[in-house]
Structures are given as C-alpha cells and as structure tokens.
C-alpha cells in the first residue's frame, strides 16, 4: 500500500451500497505519517469523504472499534452504502507485529455533485 488507500476486495465496490472497505497505514514504514494517520481520533459524527472525478461522497462516522487482527466481523455486508476504514494500531516488538486493527465505519449521508 505504501501512502495508498487500498480497496479490500470482496467487498461493496467503493461509492456503491454495501459495504466498501478500505486500508491504508497511519505510519508508513520510513515511520512518516500515512494516508490514515488519525482515524483512531474519529467520533460520531465526524466526516469522511471520497472524492471522485464527478462528485464527493460524504459519510458521517457511526462507530469506532479497535478488534484482533484476524477479526472479520467487520467486513460483514450492509444494505445502505458504508465504508469501514482500517489500519494497524500498536506495534509489538515481542510479536513483530501489530497488536490490533483500527476500525471506522461510516454511512453515507450526502453526494455533492462537481
């Protein structure tokens, strides 16, 4: 992924219903700042937006979770159109690895037309 968002695939296509998942790091591996560097700071209500060549996509942040690794409960399907955001959270030495994947998931409430 490097400083890209990426798109997990088996999920809802990106701006349609169901539910679109997408990861990126917060810290890149040369320890800079990455494309999710704070979604671990996301409440209710706060907005996140997908920019398209033909609109901007506007969800509005329902929950936040930080879950196991291997926990894929929350790529579970949705009827409306939701994205769930998720990185790596806490890096252990002892495992060499991440302890834990932030989670944020959010509705859609407005597209604004370009």
């Known amino acids: ?19 679109t998942a ?11 700042p990455g494309p999710f560097l704070g979604i671990d700071q996301l409440i209710w209500g706060d907005e996140v937006r997908i920019n398209t060549l033909d609109a901007v996509y506007v969800y509005e942040v329902h929950h936040r979770e930080f879950v ?9 399907h949705e ?9 790596c959270y806490q890096y252990d030495e002892a495992l060499q690895g991440y302890r834990w994947r932030t989670v944020v998931k959010a509705v859609l409430v407005e597209v604004v037309e370009k």
């Open 1 to 19: 992924l490097l400083a890209e968002a990426g798109y997990l695939e088996g999920t809802a296509f990106p701006t349609t219903s169901g539910n």
């Open 22 to 32: 997408l990861s990126a790091h917060a810290y890149l591996p040369s320890g800079k």
């Open 68 to 76: 196991a690794p291997d926990d894929l409960s929350v790529l579970t």
């Open 79 to 87: 009827e409306d159109d939701w994205i769930t955001l998720i990185t």
